[in-house]
T-cell receptor
Framework: EAQVTQNPRYLITVTGKKLTVTCSQN?????MSWYRQDPGLGLRQIYY???????DKGDVPEGYKVSRKEKRNFPLILESPSPNQTSLYFC?????????????FGPGTRLTVT | KQEVTQIPAALSVPEGENLVLNCSFT??????LQWFRQDPGKGLTSLLL?????REQTSGRLNASLDKSSGRSTLYIAASQPGDSATYLC?????????FGPGTRLSVLP
């Protein structure tokens, strides 16, 4: 089954404790992206990657890191989480290019930083 | 700055009504536009994708139109049902990045 998976689905952590949220897709998509969703602010893009070893900042990259060492994986790293990073996070993937390529989303990771 | 807005922010209708959700974008240099549905606390489900060269796309009771020159897209839902209750999001693909609208929260009352 074609899918985007994220782990963990729920995470409660404390300020300053490094964490990684994993994202994996099995569709051989070149493009992967991370978003955060906050009430009243909608979905905002954090980072995206157009292929292996190619990453770029989205609208809200501060406090986050990503890496793309393999095509299927795109982990999101919070080196020193803070309470303002409490949010619902989504990973997504799609084929890269100008065609009618839909973006597929993972189920989301609800992060709480205390 | 690329911005996407959606009107109305919330909508409540009786079952059976036809309805229109609106999406506007400031930068018309789009690759495509995708409409999603999101149920509370859940992920996003793709409904329709409309290419920049297309005017319309249909799937079942859903019809999306695109007027790139005026920076607008509409999602038309025919014969609404309580199961259509959800938040509807439009997302504009600018090639390297995507910009989402804030969503329209739809309630269809039985």
């Amino acid at each position: 089954e074609a899918q985007v998976t994220q782990n963990p689905r729920y995470l409660i952590t404390v300020t300053g404790k490094k964490l990684t949220v994993t994202c994996s897709q099995n569709m051989n998509h070149e493009y992967m992206s991370w978003y955060r969703q906050d009430p009243g602010l909608g979905l905002r893009q954090i980072y995206y990657s157009m292929n292996v070893e190619v990453t770029d900042k989205g609208d809200v990259p501060e406090g986050y890191k990503v890496s793309r060492k393999e095509k299927r994986n795109f982990p999101l790293i919070l080196e020193s989480p803070s309470p303002n990073q409490t949010s619902l996070y989504f990973c997504a993937s799609r084929r890269h290019g100008t065609g009618a390529y839909e973006q597929y989303f993972g189920p989301g990771t609800r992060l709480t930083v205390t | 700055k690329q911005e996407v807005t959606q009107i109305p922010a919330a909508l409540s209708v009786p079952e059976g009504e036809n309805l229109v959700l609106n999406c506007s974008f400031t930068d018309s240099a789009i690759y495509n536009l995708q409409w999603f549905r999101q149920d509370p606390g859940k992920g996003l489900t793709s409904l329709l994708l409309i290419q920049s060269s297309q005017r319309e796309q249909t799937s079942g009771r859903l019809n999306a139109s695109l007027d790139k020159s005026s920076g607008r897209s509409t999602l038309y839902i025919a014969a609404s049902q309580p199961g259509d209750s959800a938040t509807y999001l439009c997302a504009v693909n600018y090639g390297q990045n995507f910009v989402f609208g804030p969503g329209t929260r739809l309630s269809v009352l039985p």
